[in-house]
């Protein structure tokens, strides 16, 4: 009998859990973390790598 109400009550935490943890306001991968794979896979060079990271960098200053 316990464990009738026990495994619903667990199922709502780990739900409740994981829904507050993505809804913190930063996204799950940030530009800079995409433009850092594109350029680890080879899809951009250095050059426009550093360009684009330059950009980032200064948009997130006043």
Same mark, same amino acid.
């Given at each position: 009998m316990i464990l009738v109400w026990l495994v619903p009550i667990l199922l709502v935490a780990l739900v409740m859990r994981y829904g507050i943890r993505d809804r913190n306001? #930063?996204?799950q991968r940030t530009a800079l973390d995409i433009?850092?794979?594109r350029y680890a896979r080879s899809e951009i060079d250095r050059d426009e790598?550093? #360009?684009?990271?330059?950009d980032l960098t200064e948009w997130g200053k006043p």
């Open positions: 306001g #930063k996204p433009l850092e794979a790598f550093l #360009k684009r990271r330059a």
